[in-house]
């Protein structure tokens, strides 16, 4: 199993900048994809950016162009770096992990961009 840990949330103002990082333990060499989702209140769950273990990424049409998904294997972390923050981002934030067919969860983090 992947254990995974989120940080890096807090309150921003629009066009501001936050890094988010997710740490994960266990079994992360079996892990072949990661991703962020954010849900935010009264909303559906939102798949955000995904990243294979070939640095393949994708992202939601909604942040392209102000997130950027990335990973450091050697510290067994990804970061989402987000930029231009707008007030509809605002959300909690969850780290995914694919592992062996198996889904991984993080508690999430609370991003809140408002003036």
């Known amino acids: 199993q992947v254990q995974l840990v989120e940080s890096g949330g807090g309150l921003v103002q629009p066009g501001g900048s936050l890094n988010l990082s997710c740490a994960a333990s266990g079994s992360i060499f079996t892990i072949w994809r990661m991703a962020w989702y954010r849900q935010a209140p009264e909303k559906t769950h939102e798949l955000v950016a995904t990243?294979?273990?070939?640095?393949?990424?994708n992202y939601a049409d909604s942040v392209k162009g102000r997130f950027t998904i990335s990973r450091d294997t050697a510290k067994n972390t990804m970061y989402l770096q987000m930029n231009s923050l707008k007030p509809e981002d605002t959300a909690l934030y969850y780290c995914?992990?694919?592992?062996?067919?198996?889904?991984?969860w993080g508690q999430g983090t609370q991003v809140t961009v408002s003036s």
């Open positions: 990243i294979t273990n070939e640095g393949s990424t």
């Open positions: 995914n992990a694919l592992s062996q067919g198996i889904f991984s």
